[in-house]
T-cell receptor, first 111, second 111 residues
């Protein structure tokens, strides 16, 4: 079983739609949960960071963590064409001192 | 805003040559990482570094790879004898408390 599972998509939505991106994980040792956005041939850009179950909101982005189900989500409201990118979930365990990435979901928001 | 900087942005090298990829992490961060991403594939962990020593490394990080923090600010990744399959984007990241910030990467092309 992979440590982190993420559907690679692609996901295509119209402008203004609510986007839901998800990851599941298998190791309960993961303590910190992050979402990154990556444009083609660029470095991952940190969008959201959380370490507890529940929701965290930042502008149009909401990160949701359910540790009991080992399930994390990123919601994007009022999606824009500029949101078109690959979205990566990433999990960190201090015990292992490494960030493990999902495969990334490619999102296209069309006008 | 503080950022992780990487040089060079693109390096072309002949197979068998040594390359050194350079990174300047965010100044008050204590944890440093190297990741790589082969074109079209996921971001893969290579190595983490803390307190002047390697704290975790992946199977990819074999004897051909080494890391150093030569002067307290730079963080380098050396590949001793490059192979064609080392062609990839290499990302440096640094962290203070769990969330990691990435540089824009070095695109390494081995010919």
């Amino acid at each position: 079983q992979k440590e982190v599972e993420q559907d690679p998509g692609p996901l295509s939505v119209p402008e203004g739609a609510i986007v839901s991106l998800n990851c599941t994980y298998s190791n309960s040792a993961f303590q910190y949960f992050m979402w990154y956005r990556q444009y083609s041939r660029k470095g991952p850009e940190l969008l959201m960071y959380t370490y507890s179950s529940g929701n965290k909101e930042d502008g149009r982005f909401t990160a949701q963590v359910d540790k009991s189900s080992k399930y994390i989500s990123l919601f994007i409201r009022d999606s824009q064409p500029s949101d078109s990118a690959t979205y990566l979930c990433a999990l960190f365990s201090g015990g292992y001192n490494k960030l493990i990435f999902g495969a990334g979901t490619r999102l296209a928001v069309h006008p | 805003e503080p950022e992780v900087t990487q040089t060079p942005s693109h390096q072309v090298t002949q197979m068998g040559q040594e390359v050194i990829l350079r990174c300047v992490p965010i100044s008050n961060h204590l944890y440093f990482y190297w990741y790589r991403q082969i074109l079209g594939q996921k971001v893969e962990f290579l190595v983490s570094f803390y307190n002047n020593e390697i704290s975790e490394k992946s199977e990819i990080f074999d004897d051909q790879f080494s890391v150093e923090r030569p002067d307290g600010s730079n963080f380098t990744l050396k590949i001793r004898s490059t192979k064609l399959e080392d062609s990839a984007m290499y990302f440096c990241a640094s962290s203070a408390t769990g969330e990691a910030f990435f540089g824009q990467g070095t695109r390494l092309t081995v010919v």
